[in-house]
């Protein structure tokens, strides 16, 4: 056998190292010209609410009773509430109560919803039917009356939306991780590390676990938008977020009253909330769709 030979094993000249899992989602990604305007259109949300105190033009919470239910203007841009507070500064820093909640609420659910499944499937027989049954006595309630019932035990303030969103959203996630941790608990490479001696911790976390994220990772993505839909839904119903705090929906129920003399109160806030909903939803499905391989490689 000659040097080169020896260097290059026939059939193997000039082939292409394969791509990893992360390059092929990114560029599936990159080809979604929805998905990416959703990037955009969240990564926009996202910096208006963390830029909030340097953007706003007056303050949200300032009334100037001389000027209610001003139309928009050169100086009032979404004109004013009938408190004669700034329309646009107070949807502005209501996008930091609404991200917050929808970011800290996945976050309770995920994190919770996570543990239960990966250990309810994990283990299964009568831990898993008495887990799963129980999120099945929670998923029996729609999520607007699941939460609005633990808004009344809780009471009304920013950490509470934020326990009984993320609690209503806790039953959702179990099931998503439960069924994608029993298939993967299932795969030949398990069944090895099991023959080879792994602890059951050590296999939950190290091997089961991390092949059984990609579902979460996209229906934490979409949920986002579900949770932002949740709270405005509180807040329009006067359970939310209490005032002088402000976010969207407590400001669209605000402006409800008002809709003859001033509409723009309700309107501007609530097209904030469709356009970050529209912006989560394009990411999220292209996200799915670029982590699907059967979808991804078509």
């Known amino acids: ?53 340097m953007i706003m033009p007056f303050d949200p919470d300032r009334p100037s009773l001389a000027n209610r239910l001003a139309p928009p203007s050169s100086e009032n841009w979404f004109g004013t509430d009938h408190y004669g507070r700034d329309v646009l500064s107070r949807t502005i820093w209501g996008a930091r109560t609404s991200l917050l909640v929808a970011v800290t609420s996945v976050l309770v659910g995920t994190s919770v919803g996570l543990l239960l499944g990966l250990v309810a499937g994990f283990f299964g027989g009568g831990l898993d039917s008495v887990i799963m049954r129980t999120m099945d006595v929670l998923l029996a309630f729609p999520l607007l009356l699941l939460a ?30 439960r069924g994608s941790v029993l298939s993967v608990k299932e795969r030949d490479y398990i069944q090895a590390t099991r023959a080879l001696g792994s602890g059951s911790g050590r296999m939950m976390f190290l091997h089961v676990l991390p092949n059984a994220l990609a579902p979460l990772i996209v229906m934490a993505t979409l949920y986002s938008a579900t949770v932002i839909i949740l709270e405005a839904n509180l807040g329009f119903l006067g359970f939310g977020v209490q005032p ?17 003399e001033g509409p723009w109160v309700s309107i501007f806030p609530s097209v904030a909330i469709v356009v970050t909903v529209v912006g989560i939803n394009l990411f999220g499905d292209g996200l799915r769709d670029a982590m699907d391989p059967h979808v991804r490689n078509r």
């Open 1 to 53: 056998m000659t040097r080169g030979a020896s260097q290059h094993p026939a059939g193997t000249r000039g082939a292409k190292a394969p791509r990893s899992t992360t390059a092929l989602v990114l560029t599936a990604m990159f080809r979604n010209r929805l998905a990416i305007f959703g990037a955009i259109v969240v990564a926009v949300v996202i910096c208006v609410a963390l830029l909030a105190p």
């Open 148 to 177: 609005l019932a633990l808004i009344s035990v809780f009471g009304s303030s920013l950490a509470n939306v934020i326990l009984a969103t993320g609690i209503a959203t806790i039953p959702r996630f179990a099931r998503v991780v």
């Open 244 to 260: 002088p705090e402000a976010s969207w929906g407590s400001i669209v129920n605000d402006g409800r009253r008002y809709l003859r």
